[in-house]
Structures are given as structure tokens and as C-alpha cells.
């Protein structure tokens, strides 16, 4: 009998899952990423200006605090030091394919379908 997987095996913290969720949103978004440098990567080139308390994600809407990692160094470092995604600080993103697979157990808490 098998366990099932466990949630967070890499230990990340709440600041740090957030923000891979939102990234790998954004990676999937041809509007803010494109592909590689390495074969199944995405690399994040752009990222949402808020307005007030929320900004839109393709069809979704992400509220700014779920987000607040996505503007901080370390945050990125962290997730680079995991092998989830390689950082050129403060300019792109690359998630690596374990960085794009990674279940966070918070896409339906962070992304909203948008109302409009």
C-alpha cells in the first residue's frame, strides 16, 4: 500500500508557495513567459503592476498580497536553492520543470476567475 504524496515535501514556506503558485501561473501565460532556455522550463519575463488590491492573470484575478513575493530577492533565491526555478533577479524567472510541477495545494485559494 502506497502513501500518498506528501503535501510541501520541500518544506517551503507560506511566502515562498505563494509566490511559486502565482509564477507558475504566469508561466503558463503567453503574455508574461516564454519557453526554456532549457528543454519543459518557462521563463517568467514579465510581471503584473497592481492595481490597488488585486491585479489580472489571464483569466484570473490575484490579490497584491498573495503576490507580495514575487517583487523580493530572497524569495527568489529560496526557491532557487529548492531546484524550483533559477533567478536573474529583478529581471526574469525560470521555473525548471520540477519548479512548474511542484503542487503548492493553493492554486484554487490564490486564483479567482475573473468576473469580467
Not at 70 to 97: C, F, K, M, Q, S
Request: proline residues 9%; charged residues 20%; neutral net charge.
Amino acid at each position: 500500500m502506497s502513501m500518498p504524496p506528501r503535501q510541501n515535501p520541500l518544506k517551503l514556506n507560506p511566502l515562498q508557495l505563494r509566490t511559486l503558485t502565482v509564477l507558475q501561473a504566469l508561466a503558463r501565460d503567453p503574455a508574461t513567459a516564454g519557453k526554456g532556455p532549457g528543454a519543459g522550463e518557462m521563463t517568467v519575463e514579465r510581471f503584473p503592476e497592481p492595481h490597488g488590491e488585486h491585479f489580472h492573470l489571464g483569466a484570473f484575478i490575484v490579490a497584491t498580497k498573495d503576490a507580495s513575493g514575487l517583487y523580493i530577492e530572497n524569495v527568489w533565491h529560496a526557491l532557487e536553492r529548492r531546484g524550483l526555478a533559477r533567478a536573474d533577479w529583478p529581471h526574469r524567472v525560470t521555473l525548471t520543470t520540477t519548479g512548474l510541477a511542484y503542487d503548492t495545494g493553493l492554486a484554487e485559494e490564490i486564483l479567482h476567475k475573473s468576473p469580467h
